[in-house]
């Protein structure tokens, strides 16, 4: 009985090997990836875009020049703090557990392999420009999105106080 229990447990353990893949290198394969495609640089790009953002709106506020230190000093202070959250020891892991939860070892490991051939490698040099660019057209679409926007929520608007305006009306003449 003893042997069949510690033949059991030993069976088992092997079972369990086989059906959780090795966490260790799961990470590793994601952290791979993740320093092939300059991850923490792009991380670290985005408090330079976050600064510029903040340029751009303190600049729609159209404020007296006797304010723009009030400003300087909020944007300081709003940078400081996104500094410290975007740090990159501070999201590493993070990224790593989404990679880790989307992908398989597998996967993560070609992708990995097809980033660090040559094509690829000449496609993640270029990311950061084509996803300035995609921004600069999205920026461009924004403000006619945004005035069909504002025709349907007025349109809706209408609408809605016209039922009211009717159902109140209805209601009245009950009475």
Known sequence: MRLFLGVLVNLLFVLCSFAYPDEASHRAAAEKLI????????????????????????IKMEMPDSERPVL??????????????????KVKDDFIETYTNRYTEDELKAMAASYNAP????????????????II???KKIPGLMNKT??????????????????????????
């Open 137 to 139: 057209i999205s920026q």
């Open 119 to 134: 094509a690829g490698q000449e496609f993640l040099d270029r990311m950061p420009m084509l996803m300035q660019e995609e």
């Open 150 to 175: 504002q025709q349907i929520n007025v349109e809706m608007i209408d609408e809605l106080r016209a039922r009211q305006l009717k159902k109140n009306q209805g209601g009245s003449n009950r009475l």
């Open 35 to 58: 320093e092939l495609m300059h991850t923490k640089e792009v991380v670290g790009q985005l408090y330079g875009q976050m600064e510029q953002v903040l340029d751009r709106q303190f």
């Open 72 to 89: 300087k000093r909020y944007k300081n202070i709003l940078l400081i703090v996104l500094e410290a959250e975007i740090d990159w020891e």
